[in-house]
């Protein structure tokens, strides 16, 4: 085996197997720091002795083991450390394995208690690319544009909290799991998110790694959670949003609107994928679910994903979808986007005065302005146009987003 | 696991004042479950007295270590097997005390 295939292997096992290994450790130990430090150990270890002793046949196995020893080590040193004297109470167990159910059980409970709503959201979302996608600390510092040290100390704290509070390690009662549900949905959509829309400016407008990440999150949660309609819409979701990345920024680094993307770039693998999911739910649905709003959102795009081109879209099932949304999350964004459709189906005149009604809400939001903006332009009030433009510019913090805006403003004329 | 469990009042906005007998009903509750360890209902922070003897002497100041519009208006401490329990009885003593709830883990 060449030191390439070693290495992938070490990737391959590291997104395979790096939850698993902190989940059971946890479970064992009851100490979330421990676990990522042997978990980490345990694949700084594999690096060095997989090349000459080859990658062994079981690696999630090889990997939990030796966090286990690493654990155990740990503690230990810090019993002889603290003066105790002690044997750690825990003997080391050389059982085989622990069955394939109850492991996925202890990845579920690691995403509860990284997700638990006691944490704040930001800390949510960064424990959970450190404990469950085994993300570096300083890559989720670079990916929030925050400084390594002070996401290192968010982590820190929240892993100090978890303990000192017993933020417990299970999954979540019947009674409560959608709400719980929700907030961990919720922590992955933020990931993706900001990945798809990286703000600040200086950052690659679409950052690859985030959304990758959270889709191979929301895949795990999928696997763990089959049944749940929401998290299967949140992955179609996702996917349907992700496979028109190749197209969402030209070569140039401007953002390209939904009517002028190159559908020929769309992810059609991504694409077919997403649609099986959203049949899945319509079928749900037609049998008397009632559809939340990542599966409604999910559909919506579905619709555009199926269309040829902007005018082949079928938009009074996009407005019918966006009606449903709106009785369930009567929120001015959603509002907007609803606006939007409405201006393809009845014109710009009609969406106009939509749009008008949510200025108390959105006057700082970009995308506010830019759809007015664009909506001025159609209706030829060139001069009311610009002034959006100029606004929409001020407040978008996306770079491709402020070159897309700035030519359609000096379009203008 | 013992919880220390603080409830928040605001001067410029007070929760009611007809909670007595909810609370009451709610603690025999705590009790009967076996969460209860103690609780009580605190005075105004006006009547706080501070003491520092760390230096020369012994310096009494009169009031509370922080003056704030949110104030201590009483504790419970309770025993909880972990923070989703306790968390889920501070949502309901927060209804029914008509104020804002700390939940707070003991070392």
Known sequence: MNAADVREAVTRAHHEEWARVVASLTRRFGDLDLAEEAAAEAFATAVERWPADGVPPNPGAWLTTTANRKAIDRIRRESKRDGKHREAQIVFDDDPPEPVGAIDDDRLRLIFTCCHPALAMETRVALTLRMVGGLTVPEIARAFLARETAMERRITRAKAKIKAARVPYRVPSAEDLPARVSGVLAVLYLVFNEGYLATGPGTDPVRRDLPAEAIRLTRLIRALLPDDGEVAGLLALMLLTEARRPARVSAGGELVALAEQDRGAWDTGLIAEGHRLVRERLAAAAAGAAPGRYQILAAINAVHTSARDMRDTDWSQILALYDRLVRLDPSPIIALNRAIAVAELDGPQVAMAAVDRLEDELAGYHAYHATRADLLRRLGRGHESRAAYDKAIDLAGNTAETAYLTRRRDQLG | ?107
């Open chain 2, 1 to 107: 696991m013992r919880y220390l469990v603080s409830v928040i009042d605001d001067k410029s906005n007070p929760g009611s004042t007809d909670r007595q007998p909810a609370i009451s009903a709610f603690n025999e509750r705590l009790i009967a479950e076996g969460h209860w360890v103690f609780a009580g209902g605190l005075a105004d922070t006006d009547a706080a007295t501070v003491v520092d003897n760390r230096g020369e002497q012994v310096v009494f100041s009169d009031g509370p270590f922080v003056e704030s519009k949110e104030y201590l208006a009483g504790v419970w401490v309770w025993e909880a097997p972990d923070l989703d329990v306790a968390l889920k009885l501070a949502a309901e003593a927060s209804k029914i005390c008509d104020r804002k709830i700390e939940v707070r883990p003991f070392l």
